[in-house]
T-cell receptor, first 115, second 110 residues
Framework: EAGVTQSPTHLIKTRGQQVTLRCSPI?????VYWYQQALGLGLQFLLW???????NRGNFPPRFSGRQFPNYSSELNVNALELEDSALYLC??????????????FGSGTRLTVV | GENVEQHPSTLSVQEGDSAVIKCTYS??????FPWYKQELGKGPQLIID?????GEKKDQRIAVTLNKTAKHFSLHITETQPEDSAVYFC?????????FGTGTRLLVSP
């Protein structure tokens, strides 16, 4: 079974540009979560999508947005990039069953560098 | 909202010793508590989890305990090996999202 796949693995962008990151969940998983992990820091919750709808977002400005497609894959878009957006962006997927989330699994992440 | 505190931030042990990492959470409604291991350049990998209807769970050298009354949960690694060296994160599922602790860097010396 394929795990959560993210693309690209690395990306370098210039301040002010826009970027799109992609995530394919594990087959059968309907929920996708995005997290930001700045160097040496913990994981900060960005967005949660389930069944194509945005269910929750973290404390990030509106220039961070995304969507989930009918096949449950997801995109994270960041507009007007700032230097502090440099981080590892992680996607996780899960399926929701009786009692809560199951199989909460992370991909390997996209390393974004803003120069 | 949910808040998770994790201690210690760094932990150095000798190979064969035990390691214990502790977390506390704030939301009494949280019902799912996973632990992740993150190696350099990789995404976090789920190593063990526990739900609020269980007090302890063990998988080979790894065990997790949960005290719902005190809102504490802990990761125990026995007979540590150099390949256990990594950053470990605890998490608690609060309202509609998983909230992570700040991580513990575990170093196992041969």
């Amino acid at each position: 079974e394929a795990g959560v796949t993210q693309s690209p693995t690395h990306l370098i962008k210039t301040r002010g540009q826009q970027v799109t990151l992609r995530c394919s969940p594990i087959s059968g998983h309907t929920s996708v979560y995005w997290y930001q992990q700045a160097l040496g820091l913990g994981l900060q919750f960005l967005l949660w999508y389930d069944e194509g709808e945005e269910r929750n977002r973290g404390n990030f400005p509106p220039r961070f947005s995304g969507r989930q497609f009918p096949n449950y894959s997801s995109e994270l878009n960041v507009n007007a990039l700032e230097l502090e957006d440099s981080a590892l962006y992680l996607c996780a997927s899960s399926w929701v069953g009786q009692g809560g989330d199951y199989g909460y699994t992370f991909g390997s992440g996209t390393r974004l560098t803003v120069v | 909202g949910e808040n998770v505190e994790q201690h210690p931030s760094t932990l150095s042990v000798q190979e064969g010793d035990s390691a214990v990492i502790k977390c506390t959470y704030s939301d009494s409604a949280s019902n799912y508590f996973p632990w992740y291991k993150q190696e350099l350049g990789k995404g976090p990998q789920l190593i063990i989890d526990i739900r609020s209807n269980v007090g302890e769970k063990k998988d080979q050298r790894i065990a997790v305990t949960l005290n719902k009354t005190a809102k504490h949960f802990s990761l125990h690694i026995t007979e540590t090996q150099p390949e256990d060296s990594a950053v470990y994160f605890c998490a608690a599922r609060g309202f509609q999202k998983l909230v992570f602790g700040t991580g513990t860097r575990l170093l196992v010396s041969p």
